[in-house]
């Protein structure tokens, strides 16, 4: 029996226990796709990779938005010159988070938002420390590897991509 028979079978008994029959369970060996759970997460796949790639686009548009225009307004941005390099920084996570967001050329855009994750935990944080929950990395080296995902498994069914191949 598959979860979805055993399940509304056990609710029943539990809801009234006064019944003495016993239930039984047989234990099938199920492989992936078999429960309704399994089908159901792998249907919505694509579509989690979208929003995974729209989250990732609106974060780093925040961060761009944050050292470029003052807004939101982060202390630590306050001066930012535009040819410093946190300015360059900021115009790479202003360009990359809104192409990434929209889902245009997302494999190029992903790949290089890697590259730039990367450098900046190595250059910014790895000297600090070697764990990322010490150094205050753990933001970039997600970003390096969500990135890296991105530009191998493209931007998913709710992009500008997906509309242009249409």
Same mark, same amino acid.
């Given at each position: 029996?598959?979860?979805?028979?055993?399940?509304?079978?056990? /609710?029943?008994?539990? *809801?009234?226990?006064?019944?003495?029959?016993?239930?039984?369970?047989?234990?099938?060996?199920?492989?992936?796709?078999?429960?309704?759970?399994?089908?159901?997460?792998? *249907?919505?796949?694509?579509?989690?990779?979208?929003?995974?790639?729209?989250?990732?686009?609106?974060?780093? /548009?925040?961060?761009?938005?944050?050292?470029?225009? %003052?807004?939101?307004?982060?202390?630590?941005?306050?001066?930012?010159?535009?040819?410093?390099?946190?300015?360059?920084? %900021?115009?790479?996570? /202003?360009?990359?988070?809104?192409?990434?967001?929209? %889902?245009?050329?997302?494999?190029?855009?992903?790949?290089? /938002?890697?590259?730039?994750?990367?450098?900046?935990?190595?250059?910014?944080?790895?000297?600090?420390?070697?764990?990322?929950?010490?150094? %205050?990395?753990?933001?970039? *080296?997600?970003?390096?590897?969500?990135?890296?995902?991105?530009?191998?498994?493209?931007?998913?069914?709710?992009?500008?991509?997906?509309?242009?191949?249409?």
């Amino acid at each position: 029996m598959l979860l979805c028979e055993v399940l509304p079978i056990l /609710l029943r008994r539990l *809801a009234f226990p006064s019944s003495r029959e016993a239930i039984r369970i047989e234990c099938v060996k199920q492989t992936p796709g078999e429960t309704v759970m399994n089908e159901t997460l792998a *249907a919505w796949a694509p579509r989690a990779l979208s929003v995974l790639r729209i989250f990732t686009g609106l974060e780093l /548009l925040d961060h761009g938005l944050a050292k470029l225009f %003052g807004f939101p307004v982060v202390p630590s941005f306050a001066n930012i010159q535009i040819n410093s390099l946190l300015g360059a920084s %900021g115009v790479i996570e /202003l360009i990359g988070g809104l192409l990434l967001t929209i %889902g245009l050329f997302t494999r190029p855009v992903a790949f290089i /938002l890697s590259g730039f994750a990367a450098v900046g935990y190595f250059m910014t944080h790895a000297p600090r420390a070697f764990y990322p929950v010490v150094n %205050g990395g753990d933001y970039v *080296a997600l970003l390096c590897f969500v990135a890296l995902y991105l530009a191998c498994a493209g931007g998913g069914p709710w992009s500008a991509d997906a509309m242009m191949r249409k």
